[in-house]
C-alpha cells in the first residue's frame, strides 16, 4: 500500500521556521522526483518545490526561493521541506507528491503519489 504522510505543521507567527517531513512507503521512493505543493485557502494548487531522485538537483517556485529548502533521505525514504521566514501568504495545506518525471504542474493527476497534506498557519 502506498502511503505518503506528511507532518511537522503548525501555527508559528511571521518571521518563523517549520520543518516539514513526508514518510513515504509503498513505492521506489529513490527512483521519483518528490515534490511540495500547496494549497492556500479558498485558492488552488501552487507548486512550491521539487528535488531529483537522487537529491542532486533542487528547483524552487520563485515564491519561496530563497526561504525554503527542499531536501530528502533515500535511506529513511523521507522527504523535508525547512521553512524559514515564513509570511502570512505561507498559509496553507502542504502536500508531497512524487512523479517518475521533472515537473511543476499543479494539478493532482500530473502526480502519481499525492500525500493528504499538513496544515501550516502563519499569523500573529
Known amino acids: 500500500q502506498v502511503q505518503l504522510v506528511e507532518s511537522g505543521g503548525g501555527l508559528v507567527q511571521p518571521g518563523g521556521s517549520l520543518r516539514l517531513s513526508c514518510a513515504a512507503s509503498g513505492f521506489t521512493f529513490s527512483s521519483y522526483w518528490m515534490y511540495w505543493v500547496r494549497q492556500a485557502p479558498g485558492k488552488g494548487l501552487e507548486w512550491g518545490s521539487g528535488?531529483?531522485?537522487?537529491?542532486?538537483?533542487?528547483y524552487y517556485a520563485a515564491s519561496v526561493k530563497g526561504r525554503f529548502t527542499i531536501s530528502r533521505d533515500n535511506a529513511k525514504n523521507r522527504l523535508y521541506l525547512q521553512m524559514n521566514s515564513l509570511k502570512s501568504e505561507d498559509t496553507a495545506v502542504y502536500h508531497c507528491?512524487?512523479?517518475?518525471?521533472?515537473?511543476?504542474?499543479?494539478?493532482?493527476?500530473?502526480?502519481?503519489?499525492w500525500g493528504q497534506g499538513t496544515q501550516v498557519t502563519v499569523s500573529s
Open positions: 528535488i531529483s531522485n537522487g537529491g542532486g538537483s533542487t
Open positions: 507528491a512524487g512523479s517518475l518525471f521533472r515537473t511543476s504542474r499543479t494539478a493532482r493527476s500530473d502526480y502519481t503519489y
